[in-house]
């Protein structure tokens, strides 16, 4: 298992090292320019001079109940947009687009992935999220209050974050691939108390059984009132009387229209965990206002949304992609979406070119990690599809390393469509770093520039500027889609956030900045490790481990992986007597894995009778990095007992 990951490893270093010398540039096609909603390189400048008034604008474009007094009070780390201002975002993502033209529009084209499908126009939309949050408010939930939602990808998910929108209540997606006890974490931390789960969905042919995963969670969630159950198959299930409802039930009762409830710009919209560094996840709260202004203004220039354009964004939403790229960007723009349940790859590895083609997707965002796995599939794949509908692309999650950027280009784009590789974050709410397809040459690998409105620098430890280099990526002004804090942890908010240079965001990335200001972006700076498009902790995978009878301490490091980015290899040190064992190797990842879910299912696993230490007791990560991937060791003088890199080198090999 070393050997060949060791392989594997260096050809992702000849990647960076490539990356770090590409010199092929993309001009925008002059077609996509004539059209293009920003096609003028005055919209930089415009919103440098100006960013606020630029957000304004954006602003203005949204529907307001009560229109805002102030713009921006910012007071590090504290920022209130739009201050004053009143709205309810489901106005702008569905009320208005039955008075402008878009009413008996396609808002969701879905497809299961048994193939069945439903269209859903934005009237149906609109009269699903108002009966649903009739629903919601007869079992109790109102403002303020904390909803769990718990679903496959299917429709219900996205009115399920409306519906709680409607009526101020605050969403907390967890991805449905979450194992009973993240989901069981996640909401007791926020104390939800209504949860929305399904029966089951399907992934690979397989059917996940969310609700009995939802019911092993539950027998620990005190604040959960009330269980809604959508029917998405016929799969087997135990109800709770008094506890569980039907979601198709609840329909047939519910009015069919729920005022909206307005709520300040500055009320919570909903929570969204996060692996942070160190193992519990982080509740970033994002508010009204200022995120749907983001996410709508982001919408409208990056992806470039049109009135006829077919949207297909193939994140899940149980991520801050699917909230921002499905749900409230998009929907504000009034666009067609597709909307897909399962995998890329069921039952055939065509199933996404298939779609695009059937659906006629104009504009598709993915992950590279996906774009790694099309790459490896091979091109036979898309070439049997009919894919000139698509006019732009864009990729997210990771740095996109330029053979597969160039793959993306030629292969699904035709030669003929711009890509757009945004950075963001789960933090940041939307697309920060980005070209603009109508405006911004572009280089594979590199995010670009920040986005208008949006001032972002390289600094150093001690917050200089690097002009040119590498360094810390930094946000230097606010901007209206930021997270306003971590549920329940202020001291965290400020610590993770805001305590490398004051006042200045640190989202915890390196980058490096070029001749022409452009951005590349370098990945993380701290123990996170990005696998298949998910951000895993490395503590929330030790913790899991040590949890293990056997485990007595556990480091896990990311090691490069050339479909999934990254992978992940865990070093453990078994408990006294205990024998180390294939058998039991296998039985820590399948423990691992029930744990906290497949995403985080370790690649290798050595046993080990000591990690490497700081003389304070912190293990050193960096230098099991260097061992599970051949590299020469780095500084080992802050090493409390060399001798263990010897005897570690030699277990390595071994398993
Ligand atoms: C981290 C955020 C934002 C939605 C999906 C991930 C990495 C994200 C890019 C990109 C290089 C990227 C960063 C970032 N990342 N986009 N275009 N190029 N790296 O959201 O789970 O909050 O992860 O993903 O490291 O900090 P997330």
Redesign the pocket.
């Known amino acids: 298992m070393p050997r060949a990951s060791r392989k594997k490893a260096s050809g992702t270093k000849a990647t960076i090292d490539t990356l770090l010398k590409e010199n092929r540039r993309y001009k925008p096609p002059s077609s996509f320019v004539k059209t293009a909603t920003a096609n003028k390189s005055a919209v930089y400048t415009t919103a440098a001079k100006n960013p606020t008034a630029f957000w304004a604008k954006m602003a203005g474009e949204l529907v307001w109940k009560k229109k805002w007094s102030k713009v921006l009070e910012w007071k590090a780390p504290d920022a209130k947009w739009f201050v004053g201002g009143k709205l309810n975002v489901t106005e702008s993502c569905l009320d208005r687009h039955l008075t402008n033209g878009n009413k008996n529009k396609a808002a969701l084209i879905w497809e299961g992935e048994p193939g069945d499908r439903k269209t859903f126009t934005y009237w149906d939309l609109y009269r699903q999220v108002n009966k649903l949050a009739n629903a919601f408010k007869s079992l109790g939930v109102t403002k303020g209050d904390r909803v769990a939602i718990y679903l496959p990808m299917i429709p219900e998910l996205v009115i399920a974050m409306l519906a709680c929108a409607r009526i101020g209540a605050i969403h907390s997606v967890v991805f449905g691939g979450f194992s009973p006890e993240s989901l069981r974490d996640r909401i007791n931390d926020s104390q939800c108390k209504l949860l929305i789960t399904a029966d089951g969905g399907y992934r690979r042919g397989q059917i996940i059984p969310l609700k009995h995963d939802a019911d092993v969670a539950l027998a620990d969630c005190p604040s959960v009132e009330h269980v809604i159950i959508v029917k998405r198959g016929d799969f087997l299930l135990r109800v709770k009387e008094g506890r569980d409802h039907w979601f198709h039930r609840l329909m047939q009762e519910a009015d069919q229209y729920c005022p909206p409830v307005y709520v300040d710009s500055e009320h919570p919209l909903f929570i969204l965990y ?1 692996s942070g560094t160190t193992g519990k996840p982080k509740g970033i709260i994002h508010t009204c206002g200022g995120y749907l202004t983001g996410t709508y203004a982001t919408s409208k220039l990056v992806f470039d949304l049109k009135e006829d354009d077919v949207f297909w964004c193939t994140a899940d939403c149980g ?3 699917g909230h921002s790229y499905i749900v409230y960007g998009p929907m504000a723009n009034g666009v067609t979406q597709v909307m897909y349940e399962g995998a890329p790859d069921w039952p055939d590895q065509d199933r996404f070119w298939q779609l695009v083609e059937k659906m006629n997707v104009t504009v598709f965002y993915t992950a590279p990690t996906a774009i790694r796995a099309f790459m490896r599939w091979g091109r036979e794949w898309p070439d049997k599809h009919d894919l000139s509908s698509l006019r732009l692309l864009g ?6 390393n330029p053979e597969a950027w160039v793959w993306y280009h030629d292969a699904i784009g035709g030669k003929k469509c711009p890509i757009v ?7 940041t709410g939307h697309i920060m770093i980005t070209p603009l397809p109508g405006v911004t040459s572009t280089k594979p690998g590199s ?1 670009t520039r920040p986005f208008p409105g949006i001032e972002a620098k390289i600094l150093d430890d001690e917050g200089k500027e690097i002009k040119k280099g590498g360094g810390y990526l930094a946000i230097t002004k606010p901007w209206p889609g930021m997270l306003r804090g971590i549920w329940g942890d202020r001291q965290r908010f400020i610590d993770t956030y805001w305590s490398k240079w004051p006042g200045i965001y640190f ?3 390196g980058a490096r900045i070029d001749e022409d200001k452009y951005f590349w ?1 370098l ?2 700076v701290d123990d996170v490790i ?1 696998t298949a498009g998910h ?1 895993i902790s490395t503590m929330e995978v030790e913790s899991a481990l040590v949890e293990h009878q056997s485990v007595a301490e556990a480091a896990v490091v990311g090691i490069p992986h050339e479909l999934k980015g990254e992978a992940l290899a865990a070093f453990v040190t078994l408990k006294d007597g205990v024998e180390r064992s294939d058998k039991l190797c296998h039985q820590l990842i399948d423990f691992v894995t029930r744990k906290i879910g497949a995403i985080a299912r370790p690649d290798q696993m050595v046993c080990t009778p000591d990690l490497p230490k700081t003389r304070s007791g912190k293990i050193m990560r960096r230098l099991l990095r260097d061992i599970a991937t051949g590299r020469v060791l780095g500084d080992t003088t802050t090493l409390a007992d060399p001798a263990v890199i010897d005897r570690l080198k030699r277990q390595y090999e071994e398993d």
Do not use: S
């Open positions: 996060t991520w801050v992609t990729t997210v999650g990771e740095p996109i590789d945004t950075w963001w974050q789960t933090e995010a989202p915890g990335d972006i990945g993380r990005n951000r």
